[in-house]
Structure formats: structure tokens, C-alpha cells
């Protein structure tokens, strides 16, 4: 293995965890937290026309209020469908409409929803921490094999061992800065 190849895998390694960490944070913004958050209905389908099409690909959805979510479809017609697809939501509340203008306006949550919350949000965290270290482990067999093989010595293999960890390491951090910081917003009052 040369030189090129263990440091274009190690690039594609450092590729692969951060592919990990963002998915955890785009996971992380579909979960409800005291304020609404226009990230809530990312993954709400409409029938429009005959197709499944996302939310927000045939509505504008903003926070006018810190708690209130305002879902205005482009298409006065996909109104109907909208206020359907968001009364089958499990948010706590039903949605109220204006003429076209659909509003849903999220209650406080309790304590214990909040606790519940931070025990969710640290799951997701652990696995996506097990899932940036299967990376680190398929880099650090890959590595052993080459080292076997004679095609990497065993210092160039401990360097670039110690390389894989160092980045692994900063991801896990990454994962557990963004869990901390999740759990005091859940936890904010």
C-alpha cells in the first residue's frame, strides 16, 4: 500500500465519520424541543397531484412565534391535502387553519417529556459514536492487512494508526458536544 493510497484513505476515512456526524445532526433537528423548529416537518409527505412530495418542496414553513409553526402552501389547492397530513402528526396538538395560512401552535413540553427527550438524543449520540468507530475499526483492518502483507512497515503502520484514532477521536467529540448542547436546550425552561 503507498504512501498516496493510506493517506487517500485516511481522507476518505475523515469523509466517511464526518458523513456520520452530520447525519446525526440533521437526525437531531426532526426531534421536538420546546420551541418549534421548521426542521419538525422535514419529513412530512403530501399527496400533491397524485405523488408523494415533501412539505416543504409545496409550502413556506417559518416560526412567527417561538412555539408556532406557519405552514403557507404555494398552491392554494394543496391546502386541503397539507392540513390533512399534518393532523395525522403525533405533536400534541391539531392544526388550525386560516384561509390558506395553516398554523400549529406546539404546547410547552412537561418534564418529563423533556427527560425523555435527553435520553433519545443520548441513544442517537451513542450510536452514532459506535457508527464513527466501525469506520475507525474497517480503517485499522485495512491498515493491519497492509502491514501483513509487507506493504507497510510496522512504524508507517503505527503512525498512521495513531493518525485514525486522532481523527476518531475529534468526531466522538464533535458527537458529544452537539448531544451536550441538545440536552441544555431540551432541558431550558
Known amino acids: 500500500m503507498a504512501e498516496t493510497d493510506v ?44 405523488a408523494r412530495v415533501l412539505l416543504k418542496q409545496i ?49 410547552p413540553m412537561t418534564e418529563d417529556q423533556r427527560k425523555k427527550m435527553v435520553k433519545v438524543v443520548h441513544s442517537m449520540g451513542e450510536d452514532s459514536r459506535v457508527a464513527v468507530r466501525n469506520e475507525r475499526r474497517d480503517v485499522l483492518e485495512k491498515i493491519k492487512k497492509a502491514e501483513k502483507a509487507k506493504e507497510l512497515s510496522e512504524d508507517d503502520a503505527k503512525r498512521y494508526s495513531a493518525a485514525v484514532q486522532k481523527i476518531t477521536d475529534a468526531y466522538v467529540k464533535s458527537i458529544d458536544e452537539v448531544v451536550a448542547a441538545k440536552e441544555k436546550d431540551l432541558l431550558t425552561v
Do not use: C, H
Open 59 to 107: 409550502a413556506a414553513i417559518s416560526t412567527p412565534e417561538p412555539r408556532t409553526l406557519e405552514v403557507r402552501p404555494w398552491d392554494k389547492t394543496a391546502t386541503d391535502a397539507v392540513e390533512i397530513e399534518l393532523k395525522k402528526m403525533d405533536l400534541g396538538t391539531l392544526p388550525s387553519r386560516n384561509g390558506e395560512i395553516i398554523r400549529i401552535n406546539l404546547p
Open 7 to 50: 493517506s487517500e484513505l485516511l481522507s476518505q476515512t475523515e469523509l466517511e465519520m464526518l458523513e456520520k456526524v452530520e447525519k446525526f445532526k440533521r437526525e437531531l433537528t426532526s426531534l421536538r424541543t420546546g420551541r418549534a423548529n421548521p426542521q419538525l416537518l422535514d419529513s412530512v409527505y403530501v399527496e400533491y397531484y397524485g
